[in-house]
């Protein structure tokens, strides 16, 4: 199908004052126009693919904002608005008494014909996860996939809509989406519970689903999954390798965790005794990789990705691009960067090259004296362009600031920290350096050897032992050990101070 877009354009225009309105039509290009910039106290701005322009010399005033706030739909939690039957999106901007002081006026377009480079992945039935750069036209696609599945498949297809970014603002949904039907969700914080009603309300065949970013989401993610529903989706992140080091949505690909080999394993598999394993099946059996609008790389087998990427081996993906004549190129290739992105995901082993850490929003000096307390002596260094892993807690990447875009935009691996705490700075540092050097303390194998001395005391009369305090990945394993040998065990403490107690049964 030939690309066909529309864009409702002049909605978008006439919500904008006169004298912002009319220099921004006398553009040429204004057809291709991304966002319009109104910020208190700042010339107004037109956002173009390769260029901005000053709109109007004139100072906004709050006037100007009034102006346009009262002309689209109410504000959400998510601070985003819209205009009724387009895909528009205007976010406001707030001061802290809660005013809005700008406002970034996002031009929605529909764009059929967004999917024919994977429109057989689509109609396989299989669940599909869509990554790439803000910008890059995930959203597009995921309504574009929304309608196929719907009008030239048949099939019941739910959108679970959280800020009307797919379906558009309004109780009618853009047709955009066909046949689809449109679940709209109150505040972002529901999305999960959505997700969940969606299935249990209404029969989906298909649930559609933007940014998957919380816990809660990839949990209901999963569930979705296990009842046999087709779940299409987008993430934060720009390749495979970004969730495996995303504690929070790694689940979406089957969760990392760490074990423990024996001896005789360990040396059949030609590996050291700490490694990282797939925890379970992944909730999406194929990861699209957006490179461009008309360019993906695709891996069709999630699980064997995840596990030859943990095992440290190069991983081919199926790149396809649509040439001048709009027909489908595909071949197989392996990503320039892949050695050293697997060096970063793969357990450290002796004589590799460490990665270089770029800290953002993390005490440097509590990490650098866990790395110490550790024996570890981790790279981190002062500029973003010399790291290949950006390290940010939570909260500062739920916020989406530039460091974190531009990582994404340069394709660098960001690992997110639930917290700023010493616990997991620890399983950061386990997850880079799961065995040290035979000079150095090995803190996996002495957690483990504290776990069996524990059990043997128990098995000799001792009442209980309480462990030293631990990650939350190496108490596990700790339990594991008193399961493996018939004692009950049990957490106590809260982090950086949470350890295993063992005692008898």
Not at 201 to 223: F, K, Q, S, W
Not at 275 to 281: G, S, T, Y
Not at 468 to 478: E, K, T, V
């Amino acid at each position: 199908m030939q690309k066909v877009i529309t864009d409702d354009l002049d909605a978008l225009v006439d919500v904008l004052p006169p004298h912002i309105r009319q220099p921004l039509r006398r553009q040429k290009d204004i057809s291709e126009l991304l966002e319009v910039i109104i910020d208190l106290g700042r010339p107004p701005e037109a956002r173009f693919p390769l260029r901005e322009v000053i709109l109007n010399p004139k100072e906004v005033d709050q006037e100007d904002i009034d102006y346009v706030a009262s002309r689209v739909s109410s504000f959400g939690d998510d601070n985003r608005a819209g205009i009724e039957r387009t895909l528009h999106r205007i976010s406001a901007i707030r001061n802290r008494k809660g005013r809005i002081i700008g406002l970034t006026c996002r031009v929605g377009r529909a764009v059929f014909g967004t999917i024919k480079v994977i429109e057989d992945l689509i109609q396989l039935g299989k669940s599909v996860l869509l990554l790439g750069r803000p910008g890059v036209g995930k959203t597009t696609m995921l309504r574009e996939v929304a309608r196929v599945l719907a009008d030239d498949l048949d099939k019941r297809v739910i959108i679970v809509d959280t800020s009307n970014e797919i379906a558009g603002d309004g109780d009618i949904p853009h047709p955009a989406i066909g046949h689809a039907r449109r679940m709209q969700v109150t505040t972002p914080t529901m999305q999960h519970a959505v997700m969940i009603e969606a299935v249990e309300n209404h029969m989906p065949e298909v649930i559609v689903i933007d940014e998957i970013g919380t816990e809660l989401e990839a949990l209901a993610a999963r569930t979705i999954a296990e009842r046999g529903v087709q779940l299409v989706g987008t993430a934060h992140g720009n390749t495979l390798e970004n969730l495996m080091m995303n504690p929070t949505l790694a689940d979406l690909i089957g969760g990392i965790q760490a074990v423990t080999l024996g001896d005789e394993e360990a040396r059949r598999r030609g590996t050291q005794k700490s490694i990282l394993e797939r925890k379970a099946p992944p909730t999406f059996d194929i990861v699209v990789e957006i490179q461009d609008r008309d360019k993906v790389a695709i891996h069709p087998d999630v699980s064997q990705a995840v596990d030859a990427l943990l095992r440290g081996q190069l991983v081919a993906t199926e790149v396809r691009w649509l040439d001048e004549s709009g027909e489908v190129k595909s071949q197989k290739e392996l990503p320039a960067a892949a050695t050293e992105r697997n060096a970063r995901v793969k357990p450290q082993a002796r004589g590799d090259k460490p990665p270089k850490l770029y800290l953002f929003g993390v005490n440097r000096g509590r990490m650098e004296q866990i790395a110490k307390d550790m024996q570890l002596s981790p790279d981190i260094v002062d500029s973003l362009k010399e790291a290949n892993l950006l390290v940010t807690p939570k909260s500062h990447y739920k916020r989406r600031p530039q460091k974190v875009r531009d990582a994404e935009a340069a394709n660098l691996p960001i690992y997110v920290l639930r917290s700023n705490t010493p616990a997991q700075f620890r399983q950061l540092l386990n997850t880079i350096y799961p065995g040290a050097d035979t000079g150095k303390a090995d803190f996996f194998k002495s957690a483990m050897a504290e776990a069996e001395e524990a059990v043997t005391q128990v098995q000799s009369g001792q009442e209980a032992v309480e462990l030293s305090p631990q990650s939350a990945y190496i108490r596990r394993l700790q339990h594991l050990i008193a399961e493996r040998s018939k004692l009950p065990s049990q957490s106590a403490g809260k982090d950086p101070n949470r350890r295993v107690r063992i005692y008898k049964g």
